[in-house]
C-alpha cells in the first residue's frame, strides 16, 4: 500500500475535516467524529483528523498511481471550505508530486494511457503534429 500524508497550518481544522465527511457522506461509506473522519473513496481510504493547530490528511493509496487524483480531490474540496485562509493545497510528503490542477492532470492520464497503449501493441493515437 502507498500512503501520502499532506498538513494544512489551520485554527479550524476541526470545521474542515466535519465539511469534508458532510459533504461526501452522500456518495461515499464515512465515519467521523468532530477530530477524525474516514471515508472511502474509489482510489483509497482518506484518513482525516485535527488537532489545535492543523488539518492532517493521511491518504492510503490502493495504486501509486493514484496519488495525483486522490491530493486533488482532497485540495480541490478544503479550497472551496478554507477560501477565507486564501488555501491553495496541502503541504504533502510521501509519494508522489503536489497536486496538479485538474486539466493538467487530464492530460497527464491520457498520455500514460495513449504510452500503455503503444507499449501493448495497440498502437494507440498517434500525438497531434507527429505525422503519423
Request: no cysteine; hydrophobic share 40%.
Amino acid at each position: 500500500m502507498h500512503v501520502t500524508t499532506g498538513t494544512f497550518a489551520t485554527p479550524h481544522a476541526s470545521k474542515y475535516v466535519q465539511q469534508l465527511a458532510k459533504h461526501f457522506a452522500h456518495k461515499l461509506d464515512v465515519t467521523h467524529t468532530p477530530t477524525e473522519a474516514t471515508l472511502a473513496f474509489d482510489f483509497g481510504t482518506v484518513h482525516a483528523s485535527a488537532d489545535p493547530e492543523r488539518l492532517t490528511v493521511r491518504i492510503e493509496l490502493k495504486e501509486l498511481s493514484f496519488a495525483p487524483r486522490a491530493r486533488d480531490v482532497v485540495d480541490r474540496h478544503l479550497a472551496r471550505f478554507a477560501f477565507r485562509e486564501s488555501f491553495q493545497h496541502m503541504r504533502w510528503d510521501g509519494v508522489g508530486r503536489p497536486s496538479l490542477p485538474r486539466r493538467a492532470l487530464g492530460k497527464l492520464v491520457r498520455a500514460a494511457k495513449r504510452l500503455r497503449a503503444t507499449a501493448r501493441g495497440g498502437g494507440g493515437s498517434a500525438p497531434k503534429g507527429s505525422g503519423r
